[in-house]
């Protein structure tokens, strides 16, 4: 069976595909959650990456785009949606190194497929990026429509997390 992309930015990249395009809640406009798409404006994230003290490196990322967001605790209830179908999926994001104390680099997501939690992941930053990085994989699903939910947040309650959403591939 063929693997798709469902980018960030661009979507559903399989021919004929009638799927929605990536859902960000709440959306750059309402909450000033998101940040906006990477690499392709003069407020986008990539004037903000070139701050980093360690910069994401544009030309790592699926098709030069990602989503960024910072959740703190208390904040509005954020996340992303993807609506596919197909029998597997994995997501990828991209991890962030270890930045000074004000930014924060710890990751930490729970996964919902189909209206049920089906996973958790978080990590501590390391050096250096780390690139195409699958957080979540999921096989064997009936080949019919799925909706899956990616919700950064602090896993204690205590803690911010920060997403960098790359891409998601499925069958």
Known sequence: MP???FDDVFG???PGSKSPPVLYQPSTKEANQWDAVGGTCSQCTLDVNRALPLPLDPSMAKN????TVTVD???????L???FTGTALTAYCMLPPLFQHDITSYTNMTFELDGAIVGHYHKEATSNWTYNFPVFSKGELENREHTFVISPQGQDGASASYLVFDYITYE
Do not use: A, F, L, S
């Open 73 to 79: 605790p208390g904040e509005p209830v954020t996340n």
């Open 64 to 67: 030069g785009t990602w989503h």
């Open 81 to 83: 949606t993807v609506t």
């Open 3 to 5: 693997t798709y992309i």
């Open 12 to 14: 559903d990249q399989r």
